[in-house]
């Protein structure tokens, strides 16, 4: 604010520095996205391709589009999980797990809204790293899966059945290859990765 509006009109000045003061004060609360659109927002800042669906119809067809735009028909597809075998069963795929395979197509255990990042564990990839799977990963889940932080998503793993904590859990949050790696994403695997998410809430 101009010194000479401060001089002229002090009350008035002063007042709107106040307001101004509140809005802006260190133990004002941070404004807070919902986690959905945190995590929308960090998981493409991350380089995922996401597509939201409103029922499984708009499920198959988008992913009809992504094996379209990759020319994935007829291909092998890394797959664990058979009821997604049976839901995906349509589109010409053989499902192995084999390494050298299309994409690996899985559920995940939570989406993580802190960070855009997909928690994974031996659910879904058994005892494998993820170095040992494509590099093209489709990924499966629902509105519902959606936590705030990894705490929370370990919280639901370990509730879920606490005299079966499965082993191997691991994130995934690195979904461009040609970013230049920070210190933080140095090790990680790079995955080129699609998120089908259903809405189920």
Partial sequence: MSLFRRLLNPKKNKSDDAKKDADTSKYYPEEKLPVDERFTYNFNKNGGKFLYCENMDEVLEAFDNILLENDWYEQEAFCINEQLKERFNGFNLSFGINQRAAFFLSTCESLVGKNGSILLCSNQIKEKKLSEFPSNFIIFATTSQLVETISEGLRIIKNRNPKHIPTNITTI??????????????????KNLYLLLLEDL
């Fill in 173 to 190: 949050q690195d979904f461009e290859s040609d970013k230049e790696k920070d210190f933080m994403s140095y090790g990680s695997t790079t």
